[in-house]
């Protein structure tokens, strides 16, 4: 029986890691209120990154997608670039409305440059 409880324990914090590093990639998975797919949060994602990768994006400057296989759609705004350390770090605003939501719902991270590419970072 204790043999079964330690391999199980094992297991369990095996999982951990996985859940952190998709956590790392995209904040809103796993979220149960925003109803977006794993292909909305793809093209979100992309949307984003496109964004962060631009060598001197203006502040309010948004990009759009669209998933027409889902009907979701939002966008990505560049609140404001800043520097923490020597990261170069970019507030981003995500908003997306799913097909038969009412209300828009947004979210604001921060995302940060560091030598293994942009990172999402706490305030």
Not at 2 to 30: E, M
């Amino acid at each position: 029986m204790r043999n079964g409880k330690t391999w199980l324990l094992i297991a369990g914090l095996a999982v951990i890691p996985a859940y952190s590093a998709r956590a790392q990639i995209n904040p809103f998975r796993g979220s149960s209120g925003a109803g977006l797919t794993a292909s909305d949060f793809h093209m979100q994602d992309t949307t984003a990154r496109k964004l962060t990768q631009q060598s001197d994006p203006h502040d309010g400057e948004t990009r759009n997608w669209t998933n027409p296989r889902t009907g979701a759609s939002g966008r990505v705004t560049v609140v404001n670039s800043f520097k923490k350390g020597d990261m170069l770090c970019r507030k981003l605003e995500f908003a997306s409305k799913t097909k038969g939501q009412g209300d828009e719902r947004t979210t604001q991270v921060n995302w940060c440059q560091t030598p293994q590419g942009w990172k999402i970072v706490s305030p």
